[in-house]
């Protein structure tokens, strides 16, 4: 069982796109997951996915707070691996106990996860948490004990790029082979700041990729929610959010907020 969560993004009753609870996230990453898999067994494709989920921020998370994290992955390491060991035995068929794991690096907080089937060793699923750059030939050896016929997922990567891997070409070649030619989204739950605004990508199999702002600045109004691009296959590109956010919401945020300052008055201001 999940230790209680609080995930201040999941606030509101009107939002449609993001998960509003920790658990639906999960329930949403295992459904797409179970998706991608049918779709690439039917295709005969390699089953190598990555997935993204948000970590619920602890219960003593303060709004005040600047770094939620300051323990950086180490701190996250216990949250994200009940994640993902609820989601490895949600993709299992009929999972046989527990979900095993084992630290691959203490200093890069990377860890391998085995979820075992009871009905053929063929179902069991590994997943790698936390995977980054200096686990390059430990991916290449998980992925080589795994084999072609079992599903090996990468969660919270911490890398983008072949770039990310070094200047010189052969390491970037290393990787394409290793990694970036072998795997495909399944489930996806990122957030960042675009112009200066709080955007929210998922992807869904087989739907893809979905966006939306979230603006609360407006207390009457409460947490909204703005679709910005279609659902596409391929995961948008900052120019494109940043393009359809100014059509969107042609003020930014800041002027929205002297707006309501002005015809509110600060919120300190205001009656509670």
């Not at 890398?159 to 070649?173: A, C, I, Y």
Request: proline share 7%; with cysteine.
């Amino acid at each position: 069982m999940l230790v209680p969560l609080l995930l201040i993004s999941f606030i509101g009753n009107t939002l449609a796109l993001i998960p509003q609870y920790p658990q639906e996230q999960i329930h949403r990453a295992i459904a797409s997951l179970k998706s991608s898999i049918v779709e690439a067994k039917e295709q005969q494709k390699l089953l190598r996915f990555y997935v993204d989920f948000l970590i619920p921020l602890p219960i003593e998370t303060k709004v005040e707070d600047i770094d939620p994290w300051p323990g950086g992955l180490a701190q996250m390491y216990p949250y994200a691996e009940d994640i993902t060991s609820e989601i490895l035995q949600g993709i299992v068929d009929e999972p046989l106990g527990p979900c095993s794991s084992q630290v691959l690096s203490i200093s890069d907080c990377c860890g391998l996860f085995i979820q075992e089937s009871s009905i053929t060793p063929k179902n069991d699923v590994a997943a790698i948490l936390f995977p980054g750059v200096d686990q390059l030939e430990t991916i290449k050896q998980v992925n080589d004990m795994v084999g072609k016929s079992r599903i090996l997922i990468m969660i919270n990567k911490q890398f983008q790029r072949p770039v990310d891997f070094g200047l010189t070409p052969q390491q970037q070649q290393k990787s394409k082979i290793v990694i970036f030619d072998k795997f495909s989204w399944g489930f996806a739950f990122q957030e960042f700041v675009c112009r200066g605004e709080d955007v929210k990508l998922m992807y869904e199999h087989p739907q893809g990729w979905k966006s939306c702002v979230i603006c609360d600045e407006n207390v009457d109004l409460g947490i909204k929610e703005f679709d910005l691009l279609p659902p596409q296959q391929e995961r948008p590109t900052y120019d494109a959010l940043e393009n359809t956010i100014n059509e969107v919401l042609p003020e930014p945020l800041w002027m929205r907020k002297m707006g309501e300052a002005q015809d509110k008055g600060f919120k300190f201001q205001r009656e509670k």
